[in-house]
């Protein structure tokens, strides 16, 4: 069992509040994705929930107990670092077996559960290796490694992937969710990067600012943002935002169509919305499956259209824009979602 | 930037040290100040009076403190001088590519670690000894008068022992730092058409300058305190021609016994090297910070 | 990467950084070849630098007065005592500076950098009363304090700049493993910071060893380390350096194999970390 709530967590150094007060209901088994700009506070509220740092204020629950008060140890949550933070001294088998040592468990039991965690990882001819002799890959699981002998309530993995290149990054993207799966264990998971954060989770939460903007499936999120900020954060390219009279025309302060829904070059007359855009392209990008438009546009700016395939256009011609007026997202003032 | 309990444990764990060198730093400075308004000497016990400033006027006013401050700053500055300069110069040469650079290395800082009252009486009496010594030897053999190193030029004889006592220190320091020069830099500079000299100029130097800095804060300290050297070789003399105040100090306390002049000097001997320290601190504390 | 030189450039530095190396270490060298050397050989002109008649009598000589062996036994109890004292004051002192820091930290390292810039002259007074007062002049235990006390700072400093080094994270993983803080010091942090230990603890007695301020001032004879034992010899009655030669000898050897070892930690155990 793992089911990790907050309630009003709050955390300040100082006179600065990192955490503003974040209420958050985990479902035992889920994978939840804490995704947000650096500084957003995410890692902090990680290291909340681990009790690496003290609460200013609020409640931290594990399957209805109150944690707040309960040091790191006792918790019964394992973390995975940034740095994987390997003992440098002790061989894999040391690193992985050390936190069931900790527990004092039976040494045949230790010995057991570390074989079937290295059986999993593929780390077994490494068992006798000390970290330093292994790749960025293989440290990478050794610290999964000594996450998940201890059977924990829930891991905790703070932006383990940031230090792997980008094709290694990938494979361990898959494994880590598959072994969560298989493990069925809650998860709590936090990264910069949005892509890890739609293909990863259960349910996401876009953190900024000390403050949760949207708890949600990632689907939620992209088709329904519930601000200017999430609408931003999620999706690659960024969303198109649009304000002016443009904007005002649709009653909002603020537009947002995702370059995926501008069609480039269509066909037939102005859609519905009479929306449609002339402008010069200033960069094209060509990905073979996709094609990246970065189109101006006099008197809106820059205009990202994503048309799939290739669409034979390039830097200097002009194109026709069309967004797709039944995904276009509207915002008030505030920057809030106006619904629909 | 961690829990309640590790906050708690870190001042007890720090508590100790903490106490034990604010009573090592407070109790004795506080006697210097209150030994130095007395009259007060160990020959005559019991006989100890307020005299207000009085132990300062008289020390500060003594020739011997003119005196010995000069011998002090000739001796920090000439030290000071000589260690940098050739330590800049050792440390670029065994930058070089070098056949056996450890062992090299091994020679330059061996002096580092003999112990002060060895080296000032290996050289006072193998080197510089006016009949027997090498470098008596050497000067006859081309001909020429030797010195009496220790009556003609005392100072200059104590210099030129402390001096090799430091080199290794400040060679070893800049060798360090030049090594942490980034390459690339030098090769950026290289391509940039920058010879041997500019590069030097432009690019080794700077980098040299906070190294630099630091050696020149740390010997000041230790120099201005030099006394090893002094005690076994001239004894300050002769009449005070080597006599620093370090020496100046003792030779009141333990010699003369002398307690009140001898506290104000040492205050005047605190307040020189607090400005020193001012600096240093400085240095060290905005590298802390990165 | 590989500098391209030249091998004429090579030899041209090789042969400039021994010459250098070796007029550096000349005094080291010629005193140790002294004391080898009979006392007559020793004093006279010209001077024999290979072909002499080498002899260990100096060293039996030493060895034979047997308040060698004493003042040898005093530096190394000395040296010893006050490094491992000051090392167990500061490695609590360092591992809370360095793994739960307060806003004061900083200030207190600084601070403590600043104890060790106040000239011992400044205090030899008081130092030295209280000393009579309270019976400590020579005696080892004197010593032990005041070596222990003056270097507290740099040892604090050294073991602090090791520390910094070792990852949080890894102390932070160990937490979460389930490790309470006594078995984390011992299961990680000490491994761990061991050869940082090692070099600070090495390089504290050595400049206990080489102490030459308190060791002249505070001891006589009882106490005495191989400083003042040394300085005993710069009386001008008698000329017995080829004796002084391996006295020194002996009294430097130990220190200079330790500090060739050392020399790496060196500069940052003396600059404060402010040069690595």
């Not at chain 1, 898959?174 to 969560?180: A, K, P």
């Not at chain 2, 403190?65 to 050739?86: H, M, P, Q, Y």
């Not at chain 3, 024999?48 to 039996?60: K, P, Q, V």
């Not at chain 3, 008698?238 to 060739?260: D, H, Q, R, V, Y």
Request: glycine share 8%.
């Amino acid at each position: 069992m793992g089911r990790i709530t907050l309630e009003g967590v709050k955390k300040s150094f100082g006179a600065h509040d990192i955490i503003k007060g974040a209420d958050l209901e985990i479902a035992d088994g889920s994978f939840v994705v804490f995704v947000g700009p650096s500084g957003c506070g995410k890692t902090t509220l990680l290291r909340l929930i681990a009790g690496l740092e003290d609460v200013t204020g609020g409640r931290i629950l594990i399957d209805g107990a109150d944690v707040t008060a309960v040091p790191p140890a006792k918790r019964g949550l394992s973390m995975v670092f940034q740095s994987y933070a390997l003992y440098p001294h002790m061989s894999v088998r040391g690193n992985i077996a050390f936190g069931l040592k900790m527990a004092g468990r039976p040494r045949e039991e230790i010995a057991r559960k570390v074989e079937g965690a290295a059986a999993i990882l593929n780390l077994t001819p490494y068992l006798d290796r000390k970290p330093r002799e292994l790749s960025g890959g293989q440290r990478q699981r050794v610290a999964i490694g000594r996450a998940i002998v201890r059977e924990p309530k829930a891991f905790l993995f703070d932006e383990p992937l940031s230090n792997l290149d980008a094709a290694l990054r990938v494979q361990m993207r898959l494994e880590v969710t598959r072994l969560q799966r298989q493990l069925d264990t809650t998860a709590i998971y936090v990264t910069h990067d949005q892509v890890e954060a739609m293909t990863m989770a259960d349910r996401i939460v876009v953190l900024n600012a000390g403050r949760i903007e949207q708890y949600g499936t990632p689907l939620e999120l992209y088709e329904h943002p519930a601000n200017l900020f999430v609408a931003g954060f999620i999706g690659s390219p960024k969303m198109n935002f649009v304000g002016g009279r443009t904007a005002a025309a649709l009653d909002a302060t603020t537009i947002g169509v995702r370059p995926e829904h501008v069609a480039v070059n269509p066909g037939g007359a102005d859609g519905a919305t009479g929306l449609d855009w002339v402008g010069t392209v200033s960069v094209a990008e060509h990905l073979g499956s996709d094609t990246f438009l970065y189109v101006e546009v006099p008197e809106i700016g820059t205009i990202t259209a994503r048309g799939a395939g290739e669409l034979g256009i390039k830097a200097g011609d002009s194109v026709r824009l069309r967004p797709d007026a039944a995904r276009i997202h509207r915002f008030d003032a505030n920057g809030n979602t106006i619904s629909a | 930037m961690a829990t309640q309990q590790t906050q708690t444990l870190g001042r007890m764990l720090l508590a100790p040290a903490v106490v034990l060198l604010l009573i090592w730093m407070i109790v004795p400075l506080a006697m210097t100040i209150y030994f130095s308004l007395l009259s007060y000497n160990l020959l005559n016990p019991g006989m100890e009076r307020f005299v207000g400033l009085e132990n300062f006027e008289y020390f500060l006013t003594d020739p011997a403190f003119l005196a010995s401050l000069r011998n002090t700053l000739v001796l920090v500055g000439s030290v000071l001088v000589i260690t940098i300069v050739l330590g800049v110069l050792v440390a670029l040469l065994l930058d070089q590519a070098i056949v056996g650079r450890s062992i090299v290395r091994l020679m330059v800082i061996a002096p580092f670690f003999v112990m002060p009252t060895v080296s000032a009486l290996v050289w006072k009496n193998l080197l510089m000894h006016p009949v027997s010594g090498l470098f008596a030897w050497i000067m006859s053999s081309l001909g020429m008068q030797p010195i009496d190193w220790f009556a003609e030029y005392p100072l200059f004889s104590i210099i030129l022992i402390v001096a090799w006592q430091w080199l290794p220190f400040a060679a070893l320091i800049l060798l360090t730092a030049l090594q942490s020069l980034d390459e690339e830099q030098k090769e950026a500079a290289l391509m940039d058409g920058a010879g041997a000299f500019s590069t030097f100029f432009y690019i080794t130097l700077p980098h040299l300058a906070r190294p630099i800095t630091v050696v020149i804060l740390i010997e000041t300290i230790f120099l201005l305190t030099v006394f090893a050297e002094i005690f076994v070789t001239t004894g300050g003399g002769p009449g005070l021609q080597t006599t620093n105040i370090a020496f100046l100090i003792y030779s009141q306390a333990l010699i003369q016994y002398d307690v009140g002049s001898a506290s104000a000097g040492g205050l005047v001997a605190v307040v020189i090297a607090n400005i020193l320290a001012f600096f240093l601190v400085r240095i060290v504390g905005r590298n802390l910070e990165a | 990467m590989a500098r391209r030189t030249s091998t004429t450039r090579t030899l041209v530095t090789t042969l400039a950084a021994w010459l250098v190396g070796f007029v550096i270490f000349f005094p080291i060298l010629w005193m140790i070849l002294a004391s080898f050397k009979t006392e007559l050989e020793a004093f006279s002109t010209p001077p024999s630098f290979l072909f002499f008649h080498w002899t260990l009598e100096n060293y039996a000589t030493v060895q034979e007065r047997s308040d060698y062996l004493h003042h040898a036994m005093n530096s190394l109890l000395i040296a010893g005592g006050s490094t491992l004292i000051a090392l167990l004051i500061a490695v609590p002192a360092a591992w809370s500076m360095a793994f739960a820091p307060t806003r004061r930290t900083k200030d207190l390292l600084l601070w403590m950098l600043s104890t060790k810039m106040l000239p011992p002259v400044g205090v030899l007074v008081p130092i030295y009363l209280i000393f009579r007062d309270f019976g400590l002049l020579d005696s080892r235990f004197g010593l032990i304090a005041v070596l222990c006390l003056g270097n507290l700072p740099i040892v604090v400093w050294m073991l602090f700049t090791y520390f910094k080094e070792i990852p949080k994270d890894i102390l932070e993983a160990a937490r979460m493993d389930g490790a309470t803080i006594g078995k984390e010091l011992i299961h990680v942090l000490t491994p761990m910071a061991v050869p940082g230990i090692a070099s600070t603890l090495l390089l504290n007695f050595i400049l206990a060893w080489n102490e030459a301020f308190w060791t002249l001032n505070l001891s006589t004879s009882e106490a005495a380390p191989l400083t003042v034992f040394i300085a005993s010899y710069s009386s001008p009655e008698g000329l017995f350096w080829a004796k002084l030669s391996a006295a020194s000898t002996l009294a430097i050897a130990p220190i200079l194999i330790l500090g060739w070892f050392s020399q790496r930690q060196l500069v940052r155990g003396l600059t404060f970390g402010a040069v690595k």
